[in-house]
């Protein structure tokens, strides 16, 4: 073969390869920014907004009572929120002889309801969540957050997305995202308040698991309620703006050293590998974990025993 053939064929090989390493090189993801978050000062003033009146009266009741396939009984109760109106949730206690139960919080993700939580497969492995943690002596407290669910009526009776208004001046919802988040942290501060006033729940043993949105709001709930004693936050979007009052990493000097697990999606577009990693280091190293699980927003069922174990294991 001639030296002007092995040029040819060198330099198409070299070309091919560059080519390659070009689009790895591109394919690789950018790095996230560096997390920041406000003062430590500075959070707990801006936590203010998730006071609420203790005074208010809870006016509470059980609306209905059904037994669902395992024998449980599921109650629907209302209570009066922090912004007055009657805030809906589920409230299911374990099959067992003892006067007083811990509970665990379940927190929907945006777009769903507490429904969510009765519901096996589907987004989050809702009712696989439910079904484990009653199974492990725990009752569960659902509630609807703003504008969800059976609290739809607060935004004209549509979704909060998958519809956009026609006309000439369409919107989307009367309450913004930050509004939504803050008042359903207050309600389930309210919701609290209602599980101590029953009797048959150890308020001293309150636990959460939240998805999505209601990962971020586990954080905020968390970092603002002492009455939480463990966390599960899974799915976690990323949010940059540090002065944002919904930014899960300005609760993490509220949180201190209380017991909270990250689960996250290896793939999730909604928050990259090395954002959670950021957010889990402004954790306590000794009592956080993160946990990765090949999925992205949506979880396989295989993160349910990581979730129910890291409760069963610390409240």
Known sequence: MCNGNYRLIFTAALGSLLFLAASTLADEPKPSPPIERLSEEACRAASRVFDYDAKIPLESRIVEKKTDEDGYVREKVVFRGAAGELVPGYLQLPQTEAEQHPCVLLLHGWSGAKDRWFVDGGYMSGG??????????????ALDAQCHGDRIAVNDYAPVNHYEAEGPQPRKGYLMLPEIYAQTVKDYRRGIDYLASRGDIDVERIGMVGYSMGGTQTFLLTGVEPRIKVAVACVVPAERDKYSLVAPQNQTYGIGDRPLLMIMGRSDTMCPVDHAQQLRAMLPAETSE??????????????????????TERL
């Open 128 to 141: 696989q969540v439910r079904k484990a943690l009653l199974a492990a002596g725990y009752a569960i407290f």
């Open 290 to 311: 993160l946990i990765f699980i090949d999925a992205g927003h949506k979880l396989s069922h295989d993160y349910v025993p990581h979730a129910v174990r890291w409760v």
